[in-house]
């Protein structure tokens, strides 16, 4: 049999009269080996041409049912070609020796109707997903340019900054309360007459050293390549954002800068030689005085974070998401200020504009509020990522007030959740305890023996409800602990 042949047979059969299929609605034309009185009834008509090796061809006309349609879109080049169409008769005079075959129309734009939709719906968000990174790109490379671009003018300014000190500096670009670093040119400057002494930290995002500057230390912290969007976050915050406080730690300059035929990401920040809280839980204890102390100073540097402050020498509202005593550092006045911006979250009411950054790093396992770790946190709400602050800001209570001196005794230093947990708690560790098993770090009952430490223990319960809505803002814990301080005869700190 040659290869036309069974195509003939196909036809024929479909040709027959006797086909299954939906209800006639035309006359058609049959002409076939099969066809009895040169007509049959069908929902489409057709015509067909197959082609055998000789180049001949042999023409057959017919009736198609409704099972049977998809034969109308066959057409092999030199093979066979079938075309169809939809009136009484019309296949008389349909030639299908040239083109391609003919379908019915409103078949044919079925697949259109149903797939135009969603591609216009994937272009239109493929549109929003490129005008998102575009404008993330030109800011990032605006900020990058600002800090890799310098021209002749530095050089009068670097004479300059050459006879200063820090606190020269940042006492004529920064005022009180406001005022983030040094202007770029100036950064590029003190980054590059920087000297690294000694490693002082190392962590996921990379290394810490303490430095110096015209024999002032400073602390810088090499950001790891895998950990850049860190950097750029810190560096983006401190840059645009007026965050100057005496609890949130002091920025000096940002730089890329290359070493050893790499290049390494500088984030360059006042040093604090106690080190992180974490550390200096470690090796100190305090009394109930310098606990209250700690945990003040902490929640000023929130309450500034959080609140969003008006005017053109004003600052958007900030969510840190990532509180936890290795975060903080403890200053030479046994205050504390806080540190690592580079997962925050800004916020401001003008435009209801939510900025929560380009970085695909997530916060501390341990220190996971219940809806992050069930994930029913609403991503699209400032006022959720608040909320996750605040459960952490109870968590590095908890830590101090453990260190606390009660009656002459004092517990070891341990993380929270230290006696349910692994060292290194998976995210399926932390939701079980948290979220399933509704355990809260444990409170010890000697704390209701000193007033001070009783109004610490209810604060902590405060921050850890399940619901978020229901914890603590941090103003109304700064308003608790500045009243308890008062009553409790301790100088008052002085607050930015």
Request: aromatic share 8%; glycine share 8%; net charge neutral.
């Amino acid at each position: 049999m040659q290869r036309g042949d069974s195509w003939i047979l196909s036809l024929a059969i479909l040709a027959f009269p006797g086909s299954i299929g939906a209800a006639p609605n035309f006359t058609c034309v049959c002409v076939g080996p099969y066809c009895i009185g040169g007509t049959c009834v069908g929902v489409a008509c057709f015509a067909s041409a197959v082609w055998d090796s000789n180049g001949g061809s042999t023409t057959s006309k017919g009736c198609h049912n409704t099972n049977q349609l998809e034969q109308c879109n066959s057409h092999i080049e030199g093979v066979m070609a079938v075309k169809c169409c939809y009136s009484q008769q019309c296949n008389m005079d349909l030639d299908v020796k040239d083109g391609p075959p003919i379908s019915d129309p409103s078949a044919s734009n079925l697949p259109l109707v149903i797939l135009l939709p969603l591609v216009i719906l994937l272009l239109f968000g493929l549109l929003i997903g490129l005008f998102t990174w575009k404008l993330r790109q030109r800011n990032r490379k605006r900020l990058l340019s600002q800090l890799s671009h310098m021209g002749d003018a530095d050089l009068l300014k670097a004479s300059i900054v050459g006879d200063s000190t820090l606190g020269d500096l940042l006492d004529d670009n920064c005022t009180t309360g406001s005022g983030s670093g040094l202007p770029f040119l100036v950064q590029r400057t003190v980054a590059r007459q920087i000297t690294l002494v000694e490693c002082v930290g190392k962590g996921r995002y990379g290394e810490v050293w303490r430095g110096t500057w015209q024999g002032e230390s400073v602390a810088v912290k090499i950001f790891s390549s895998r950990d850049e969007q860190s950097w750029f976050r810190e560096t983006e915050i401190y840059n645009t954002v007026l965050l100057r406080h005496e609890n949130i730690l002091g920025f000096i300059a940002s730089d890329m800068t290359s070493r050893n035929s790499s290049t390494q990401l500088w984030l360059i920040t006042h040093y604090h030689e106690s080190g992180s809280l974490y550390d200096y839980l470690q090796r100190t204890s305090v009394d109930v005085e310098g606990s209250l102390r700690l945990a003040l100073s902490i929640v000023y540097g929130l309450v500034h974070l959080h609140v969003e402050i008006f005017g053109t020498q004003g600052k958007p509202a900030i969510a840190h998401r990532d509180l936890k005593s290795r975060n903080i550092l403890v200053k030479g006045n046994k205050q504390c200020c806080i540190a690592d911006l580079g997962l925050a979250v800004m916020h401001s009411q003008n435009g209801d504009c939510l900025d929560i950054g380009n970085n695909p790093r997530v916060g501390t396992k341990r220190y996971m509020a219940p809806e992050v770790l069930d994930e029913t946190i609403r991503t699209d709400s400032f006022e959720s990522y608040k909320q996750t602050d605040i459960w952490a800001y109870g968590l590095v209570l908890w830590e101090i007030t453990r260190r606390t001196v009660i009656n002459g005794m004092v517990e070891e230093y341990r993380p929270p959740f230290f006696d349910v947990v692994p060292s290194d708690p998976s995210f399926e560790d932390m939701k079980k305890v948290v979220c399933t098993d509704q355990q809260r770090p444990v409170i010890p009952n000697t704390y209701y023996s000193d007033s001070t430490l009783s109004a610490l223990a209810k604060t902590m319960k405060e921050c850890w409800y399940s619901s978020p809505s229901a914890r603590l803002t941090a103003l109304r814990i700064k308003k608790t602990l500045n009243k308890l301080n008062s009553s409790a005869a301790i100088p008052k700190q002085e607050e930015c």
